[in-house]
């Protein structure tokens, strides 16, 4: 019996790549925080996810969801006078947030193939 990797692991191999994605662009933010003019932007997790997740209930079995996610930009809670809305404290929490959410992504991913593997090895 074959085992379809796909559908075995399902949504999780694309929410660490998101993950990732994410990390980059918080990361610029942060990079970017005193940078006159700067916007900062933002992935909506939960909607790219969802899209995965709809392709997958929609698909064949040889089928491999798309991932996209574009950038949206992000209003301030405290607008600065130099038109930067890249705030500190916003962007150290949401960075600090997406990491811990990367790794309870992968700990739980590794469960999944460590759990393929013992079906593999027949135990």
């Not at 990797?5 to 399902?10: E, I, Q, R, S, W």
């Not at 949504?11 to 700067?38: F, K, M, W």
């Not at 500190?88 to 949401?94: A, D, N, R, Y």
């Amino acid at each position: 019996m074959a085992i379809n990797f796909d559908k075995a692991l399902g949504i999780h191999p694309y929410a660490l790549q998101a993950r990732v994605q994410r990390s980059e662009i918080l990361a610029s933010n942060l990079a970017n925080v005193d940078t006159p003019g700067y916007l900062a932007r933002d992935y909506d997790f939960k909607a790219a996810m969802a899209d995965v997740e709809s392709q997958f209930d929609n698909s064949g079995s040889a089928f491999v969801p798309q991932l996209s996610m574009e950038a949206q930009y992000r209003v301030p809670y405290q607008p600065a006078l130099d038109g930067n809305t890249a705030e500190m404290g916003v962007e150290q929490s949401k960075f600090n947030n997406n990491a811990m959410d990367f790794q309870s992504s992968l700990t739980f991913l590794n469960m999944k193939i460590q759990g393929l593997q013992k079906v593999i090895d027949g135990r």
